[in-house]
């Protein structure tokens, strides 16, 4: 599987138990458009632990147009997986996609045009979200996607609270950590990607927006689901907080605006939301799940953190 030719940038994927999905994704990958010269390879991740993965990968990288390397990973967590990804990565950017999601043609030119031009340490772009199987996604979708925006090659270093690596690019000199720059102890709660982001902005690293590099998120119809939709915000909120009480050095004042920012979004949102159930339930839900992240704001300790990740659930 692995090529000898140099390669500019490295796609990694972890999956878990997802093979529809995840073919769904390589063949998006396999039919990118690159400016010449620019060679590309796919890193898989398998997370599961009898490897199931393999057969599917053997099978969709006989003839790609780039090399598809298979890694398998049993040991479960999304920290470990990725860490595993840029491990086996030989490229000078390492992209990230999640193997729920696709892009069009461009979609990785667009993000190494923005890093090459900008001269970023990370690109970032628009992440939109549908329904799997057909379904429809009506009001869920605002849930789902990446609510920045910005102008294509615009600085968002200031926004790195709402950034993931989902739909991301990193110069793989800043991932080059021992150990892997994602922290495992966050493996089945997430927010390790923050965390790394909150890192690099610490070190003077800059990230840009590549508004043409969008993709999709496919949600599956077990996730369209309002107390799901609850649940992802309340640690979503956590995450906000926790960064900063795991960087080194501790962020103690960032911590406390955050919980500030918390105590005033729980209340203010609380409210709007009993005031608005009568007379506009839709609005009151949006303000309900709002003081739900607001909530996680506040208590972002270990003790009231729950789980997004495992059980079959990667990205």
Request: hydrophobic content about 45%.
């Amino acid at each position: 599987m692995p090529g000898t030719e140099p390669v500019a940038v490295s796609v990694v994927i972890p999956t878990l138990n997802r093979h529809k999905a995840l073919e769904r994704a390589l063949g998006c990958i396999l039919a990118q458009r690159l400016p010449p010269d620019t060679g590309a390879e796919i890193v898989v991740v398998d997370n599961s632990p009898d490897g199931n993965a393999h057969t599917l990968i053997e099978r969709l990288a006989e003839g790609a147009p780039m090399p598809v390397r298979y890694v398998s990973v049993p040991q479960p967590g999304i920290a470990t997986a990725r860490n595993a990804g840029v491990a086996a990565a030989r490229g000078e950017w390492i992209a990230f996609i999640d193997d729920d999601e696709t892009g069009g043609p461009h979609w990785l030119a667009a993000l190494l045009a923005v890093a090459r031009r900008g001269g970023y340490d990370a690109v970032f772009g628009p992440v939109s979200a549908l329904a799997d199987d057909d379904r429809e996604i009506g009001a869920f979708a605002a849930y789902f996607a990446r609510g920045v925006t910005a102008e294509d090659g615009g600085d968002v270093t200031h926004r790195a609270a709402y950034l993931g690596t989902n739909n991301s690019l990193f110069a793989a000199s800043v991932c080059a950590i021992p150990g892997g720059p994602f922290e495992e102890r966050l493996n089945s709660i997430g927010g390790e990607d923050s965390l790394f982001l909150q890192r690099l902005v610490h070190e003077g690293r800059r990230f840009g927006w590549a508004a043409a590099a969008e993709v999709t998120e496919w949600v599956p119809p077990r996730r369209l689901d309002w107390a799901y939709v609850r649940r992802r915000r309340f640690l979503s909120g956590q995450i906000r907080t926790f960064v900063h009480e795991m960087a080194s050095p501790r962020r103690r004042l960032e911590v406390a605006r955050w919980m500030l920012v918390g105590v005033a979004q729980t209340i203010i949102s609380g409210v709007l939301s009993l005031l608005l159930k009568p007379i506009n339930p839709p609005a009151a839900r949006h303000h309900g799940i709002a003081a739900c992240g607001g909530l996680g704001k506040v208590f972002w300790m270990t003790r009231f953190r729950g789980s997004l990740y495992g059980s079959g659930l990667v990205s």
